[in-house]
């Protein structure tokens, strides 16, 4: 075989070959998609105190692993304290006050028989000195006076009634239940509550990251001052040009490759598929539609994320936005499952390179 030969023999195997190739990533990319352009993702948690002051006491170190419960760092407290024992105080005058009311009460109701005996006394009169008018005994004098005191008496046992009201309406339904007590018992809670709050602590088992807190420094309410990752919070992200997902359905898994872990290839699920992009949302401004200018030929490829779950945990050296190459594959298909595998090993050996 001459050179000449040889050569239009290599032309026509490499030709062969990138026709083959070309078919395969053309197929592939319908029923075995691959990227690299995927993400470990989490939720990144503000820590911010419920009440304010100066921070006395740091427990923490940066990139610290932290258990659920676990004290961050300890605020002053000498406020709070403070208000701590005034709600104390208040609740007990409260119950001073409710005594005394109770008192109030037993002089009401003495009261009340006192005026609904004088009552039913000017009342009798009355009915007696009416009886004797109209037989023309007594004079209409003595029948008024009877009458005027028959209605003093009856509007002062109304007024007593109306008095023992109010005192009933103040003491509630039993005792420990008057509206004074109810105040101070949610005054001494509230106080017990920014107590407590003076220790912040972990929401869960995660890590503290970027920590720039230093004793001395002042929290304010609700202002974050310290970073914090839930450990047990990551998934993975792979966005994927659309019409390589088009296909894929619940049917789907994955196989995941990171760049932290060269060599090694780990199985995931596929949770779900985003319904959206920004590039589309348009907010309700009062202005007129902005139309996209592209004057190239063959304009990029949109792509849509797929966010991919596992049933064990991640690996301890990820964090969040580690890379990730992705590669999905239908579960019915032996062969397009054989193919992924092939194209994520070679991805995860390429990862001791690059």
């Known amino acids: 075989m001459t050179a000449d030969q040889k050569f239009k023999h290599w032309m026509r195997t490499l030709i062969v070959l990138f026709i083959v190739l ?11 998609p691959i990227t690299t352009e995927g993400r470990v993702q989490g939720y990144v948690v503000q820590i911010a105190p419920e009440v304010s002051g100066k921070v006395t006491d740091i427990f923490v170190t940066n990139n610290q692993s932290v258990n659920k419960g676990d004290t961050l760092f300890q605020l002053d407290t000498r406020k709070y304290q403070i208000a701590l024992k005034q709600a104390e ?30 009552y039913d006394n000017a009342h009798r009169e009355y009915i007696r000195l009416q009886t004797l008018s109209k037989q023309k005994v007594i004079s209409q004098s003595n ?14 046992l109304k007024a007593e009634q109306q008095s023992l009201n109010v005192i009933d309406a103040q003491l ?17 809670e509230k106080a ?62 994955a196989l995941v490759a990171f760049d932290a872990y ?19 949302q348009q907010a309700p401004n009062g202005a007129l539609t902005k139309v996209e200018v592209n004057n190239r030929w063959v304009r990029d490829a949109q792509r849509t994320r797929v966010n991919l779950d596992s049933d064990s945990p991640m690996p301890s050296a990820l964090f969040i936005g580690s890379r990730v190459t992705v590669v999905l594959y239908p579960e019915t298909n032996p062969f397009w499952h054989f193919m992924a595998q092939v194209q994520i090993h070679i991805a995860s050996w390429f990862h001791y390179i690059y």
């Open 262 to 280: 060269p060599g090694d290839v780990f199985a995931f699920n596929i949770d779900s598929q985003d319904y959206g992009v920004s590039t589309a």
């Open 89 to 118: 105080l208040s609740l007990q005058s409260a119950y001073e006050k409710e005594a005394t009311l109770y008192s109030q009460r037993e002089a009401a109701l003495a009261n009340i028989a006192r005026a609904k005996a004088t």
């Open 192 to 253: 017990q509550l920014d107590m407590t709050n003076t220790k912040v602590v972990a929401p869960s088992d995660g890590v503290i990251t970027n920590l720039q807190l230093e004793i001395g420094a002042m929290a304010n309410t609700n202002m974050p001052i310290l970073t914090f990752i839930p450990t047990d919070s990551l998934w993975v992200t792979a966005d994927f040009r659309e019409k390589s997902v088009a296909n894929v359905s619940t049917g789907y898994h």
């Open 22 to 32: 070309f078919l395969y990533i053309t197929t592939a990319d319908r029923h075995a």
């Open 172 to 188: 509630g339904d039993g005792h420990g239940q008057s509206t004074a007590v109810q105040i101070a018992k949610n005054s001494l």
């Open 143 to 156: 029948l008024d006076s009877a009458f005027a005191q028959n209605q003093v008496a009856r509007a002062a």
